[in-house]
């Protein structure tokens, strides 16, 4: 069965910090895997998806990594704004068109 | 292009009521799921639909009852409500083989049962 743990729960850094999200998968045979945002109260925001054939996705000042192999994914945040508070989860996919399996997620806090 | 969209997007039921949750999507995609979410649990799979006419349990569907009315639409029922099953229900949709846009998921129905 595949679990999903992301480390840490909760981080809190100042403004302007380059920081990394972890996150680890049980079962290296994934389809793909998703980092999503999600404000409190709020719905999910897609941020990065990377498939299984790739290494790695940038969009602005985030960078998401895959490492199959050893069944983890980074997600790297470049000079954190307050802005970038929020709850970061990470999921993958088994196969295609199958339900997402999500970690627990890591709360943010950015403060200024 | 709205999405996935959810209704209502909060209820409050009384133990032993019964309500369905709404959920469409206009992205023509073909695999539909409803999650709960809970403080400390994450986000669980409670049924899925990877196509129109089919649907399967997730990992925690005890208590629930799911349509795929058609292919944009896939509503969650509960037929008895209690209060274990207070939570926020999200509703996604995918399509098989993308390798773009992933998961969409709707905005959420926050149920409370009292």
């Known amino acids: 069965k595949q679990e999903v743990t992301q480390i840490p729960a909760a981080l809190s850094v100042p403004e302007g910090e380059n920081l990394v999200l972890n996150c680890s998968f049980t079962?290296?045979?994934?389809?793909?895997l998703q980092w999503f945002r999600q404000d409190p109260g709020k719905g999910l925001t897609s941020l990065l998806l990377?498939?299984?054939?790739?290494r790695e996705q940038t969009s602005g000042r985030l960078n998401a990594s895959l490492d199959k192999s050893s069944g983890r994914s980074t997600l790297y945040i470049a000079a954190s704004q307050p802005g970038d508070s929020a709850t970061y989860l990470c999921?993958?996919?088994?196969?295609?068109?199958?339900?997402?399996?999500f970690g627990k997620g890591t709360t943010l806090s950015v403060s200024s | 292009n709205a999405g996935v969209t959810q209704t209502p997007k909060f209820q409050v039921l009384k133990t032993g009521q019964s309500m369905t949750l709404q959920c469409a999507q206009d992205?023509?995609?073909?695999?539909m799921y409803w999650y709960r979410q809970d403080p400390g649990m994450g986000l669980r799979l409670i049924y899925y639909?990877?196509?129109?006419?089919?649907?399967d349990k997730g990992e925690v569907p005890n208590g629930y009852n799911v349509s795929r009315l058609n292919k944009r639409e896939f509503s969650l029922r509960l037929e008895s409500a209690a209060p274990s099953q207070t939570s926020v229900y999200f509703c996604?949709?995918?399509?098989?083989?993308?390798?773009?846009?992933?998961?969409?998921f709707g905005s959420g129905t926050r149920l409370t049962v009292v």
């Open positions: 999921a993958v996919a088994n196969q295609a068109g199958t339900a997402l399996i």
């Open positions: 992205m023509n995609h073909n695999s």
């Open positions: 639909s990877a196509s129109e006419g089919t649907t």
């Open positions: 996604a949709s995918s399509v098989t083989g993308d390798k773009i846009y992933g998961y969409t």
């Open positions: 079962d290296s045979a994934i389809y793909n």
């Open positions: 990377i498939q299984s054939s790739q």
